[in-house]
């Protein structure tokens, strides 16, 4: 976590530290699932007690950081269904808003792993986690999977959505007008290697 702070850390370094701790994160969240026992057969004939998921699982991410922890999702659960949902600050408002969602129809069925590496204020996710309720979805059937979270940003989504569990790498101290403090910057542009400016939204940019 130190190495990738750093505010030297760039490029290839902080994705390869990034992507350690969206591992470590993902494969913690999935501990969380509810799971049945399943037997399978071993090569040589004999019976195996497993377990398996309980219900099919689909990985919601936030464009567009969300994306950076999908390859990790991906290579715990092969075959996993992931949506997409973009949220933005509107400049005539400057309140967040949804702009985009692709999820899949069945999505009422499946646990929810939200995909997001920062949570500062909450005002995404929460904007998110109802859109999702909003589809039939349990509200204890959804996982938040973020790498650093502001403590105000954990409170504000936890009071709105008491169900639902929140698993982080690192809970910073407080928030900012810059944002998670002491934080890391803008996690999209520090991983894809580009600058806020640099990349075109609807409706302003995705910074969180």
């Known amino acids: 976590y130190q190495r990738r702070v750093h505010g ?4 290839h370094d902080f994705q390869f530290y990034a992507d350690r701790l969206i591992r470590l994160v993902v494969e913690f969240g999935l501990g969380f699932l509810e799971y049945t026992p399943k037997d399978v057969v071993t090569p040589l004939g004999a019976k195996y007690a497993g377990v398996g ?33 973009l ?8 309140k967040r808003e949804l702009v ?11 646990f ?5 590496p920062v949570l500062a204020s909450g005002e995404t996710a929460s904007i998110v986690i109802k859109l999702l ?12 999977l973020t790498l650093i979270a502001a403590a105000p940003g954990i409170h ?5 959505f008491p169900n639902i569990r929140v698993v982080t790498s690192e809970i910073d101290e ?10 890391l910057g803008q996690f999209g542009d520090r991983y894809f290697g580009t600058s806020t400016h640099s990349v075109l939204f609807p409706l302003g940019n995705i910074n969180k």
């Open 8 to 11: 030297e850390c760039q490029g």
């Open 53 to 85: 998921f309980s219900k099919p699982l689909c990985g919601v991410s936030v464009i567009r950081s969300g994306e950076t922890m999908e390859n990790a999702l991906r290579a715990c659960c092969m075959g996993i269904k992931i949506g997409k949902v």
């Open 87 to 94: 949220v933005t600050r509107s400049p005539e408002t400057t």
């Open 100 to 110: 985009y969602e692709h999820l899949p129809a069945d999505i009422a069925k499946r």
């Open 112 to 116: 929810i792993l939200l995909l997001d």
């Open 133 to 144: 309720l909003t589809k039939g979805v349990p509200e204890k059937n959804i996982i938040f």
């Open 156 to 160: 504000a989504v936890c009071r709105q």
């Open 174 to 183: 407080k928030l900012t007008d810059q944002g998670v403090w002491p934080g």
